[in-house]
């Protein structure tokens, strides 16, 4: 992929973090936490249909079409089979309207139209997915960047009209909002993708492709709905213990946690297509290993920036919001985790075994389950955080032990010794609600920086390395 393309798919996570820094604020001023509590139970729902009713076939899309050449039949043989689960799912949704608002979002009344906006936004949720996913494949950076700007900018221009009236918002109109943002960006990446669409929908569906994409999306599924539990529990047990009031001040601290999705989008949407180029130009495991070490690098470097700068978030927040600031360092590492072992994951991903990624999902899990049982009573907001840092901690262990195991072996010290590093920074303020001493994080980059020293010095014939490749 070339510089112009990696920058063309830069622009989207990097405009989307930027224009979120401003969104944010501006709901924490327009909307109660517990409204924000809400919204943060229906991006928890439709990102879990996402992973689910995908069937894992997003996955097996991204993994075959480098090995076919028809790419249309391939679209339209995995899509059909997701987008049926997803129209069932929607009218279950419709039918039992009543114990989904409640359950979600403790709402009773307007039942049917909360639920009505709910199934419309998982079926065009799912459309999105497979929509955005024929952008990266197919490398158009400045059309995906596109698709990621528009929801953000879309929320932002409605939540600055209703602040022109000088009204607050109830729940009713921030799910309208978010609703609203989800379809014009699926509006936008349908119309961007029309051709292709056109192309599968004409094709003949092959039986044998869609079942070979099942036997490698089918334990996705499972290990897709076990992720869902993953990055849900820690809500669940903040609306059950503490109140829909800490889930919206969880949801916000995640929201300026953002700064660390810039690396994880980018990363994923470039990385996928690159791996499985490289292994089939039989490229050195060192170079893996050289990209490994620069993301590590990178993200613990803007996590310690994030930090000194975070006390800046008391000015922009109203009184209500001043926890956030102590919650956003254990945020931040679910991205920062996640991103880094998309890159040691990658042995399992080339071998086919993707039925190790229910054990994968699964441990961190129960893990997640069993501490924000124990620390969500305590500590609220604060130990659910610690809870997922800690639970995405095993799930980085896991792939990389288990992609060692596959595939090749290569070095992990360095990694798990900033990884720790990391999580005591994040977890003293998320406890004790209160910033560690300065000298603590100076501490912890200067032993970064000697862990790491080899790669500074190289720093020039590491990028020429990476860019020849």
Not at 348 to 371: D, E, F, G, H, Q
């Amino acid at each position: 992929m070339k510089l112009s393309q990696i920058l063309a798919f830069a622009l989207g996570p990097i405009t989307s973090a930027a224009l979120g820094l401003i969104t944010v604020p501006l709901m924490a001023w327009t909307f109660e936490p517990d409204v924000i509590g809400k919204i943060a139970m229906l991006n928890t729902f439709l990102a879990g249909c996402a992973l689910v009713l995908t069937l894992g076939l997003d996955q097996a899309y991204v993994r075959e079409y480098h090995e076919t050449h028809k790419k249309e039949q391939l679209l339209g043989s995995l899509v059909l089979a997701s987008l049926v689960i997803t129209l069932t799912c929607s009218i279950l949704i419709l039918i039992f309207h009543e114990f989904i608002a409640l359950t979600l979002f403790s709402e009773i009344t307007h039942s049917l139209y909360i639920a009505g906006l709910l199934s419309f936004a998982v079926f065009i949720s799912i459309l999105f997915r497979f929509s955005s996913l024929i952008l990266r494949m197919k490398e158009y950076g400045l059309k995906f960047s596109m698709v990621q700007i528009s929801p953000k900018l879309t929320l932002l221009i409605l939540i600055l009209a209703l602040l022109s009236n000088d009204e607050l918002g109830d729940f009713s109109i921030a799910l309208s909002f978010s609703i609203l943002a989800i379809s014009v960006s699926a509006l936008l990446v349908v119309s961007f993708t029309l051709t292709e669409w056109r192309l599968a929908a004409s094709s003949n569906i092959d039986p044998n492709m869609l079942i070979r994409a099942l036997k490698f999306g089918a334990p996705l599924i499972i290990s897709g709905f076990a992720y869902w539990g993953l990055i849900s529990v820690d809500k669940l047990a903040i609306r059950y213990y503490s109140g829909l009031e800490q889930l919206g001040l969880y949801s916000i601290a995640f929201s300026f946690a953002a700064v660390m999705t810039i690396f994880q989008s980018i990363f994923s949407t470039i990385w996928a297509p690159i791996v499985y180029r490289w292994h089939k130009e039989n490229i050195k495991i060192e170079q893996f290993s050289l990209i490994t070490d620069w993301i590590v690098m990178t993200l613990s470097t803007v996590f310690f920036i994030v930090i000194f700068f975070s006390p800046l978030l008391s000015y922009l927040l109203p009184e209500s919001y001043d926890e956030v600031v102590n919650l956003l360092p254990a945020c931040m590492l679910f991205p920062v985790f996640y991103t880094i072992s998309e890159t040691t994951v990658v042995g399992m991903n080339i071998a086919r075994k993707t039925s190790y990624s229910i054990l994968i999902t699964l441990l961190p899990l129960a893990l997640n389950m069993l501490l924000s049982l124990l620390l969500v009573p305590e500590f609220g907001a604060g130990g659910a955080a610690v809870s997922v840092a800690l639970a995405f901690f095993l799930y980085l262990i896991l792939r990389t032990e288990i992609s060692r195991f596959l595939w090749r072996k290569f070095p992990v010290y360095k990694l798990y010794m900033v990884s720790l590093l990391l999580l005591i920074n994040a977890a003293w303020p998320a406890f004790t609600r209160e910033s560690p001493p300065w000298w603590i994080g100076i501490l912890s980059i200067t032993l970064i920086s000697i862990i790491y020293k080899t790669r500074y010095l190289n720093i020039q014939t590491d990028f020429r390395t990476l860019k020849n490749a």
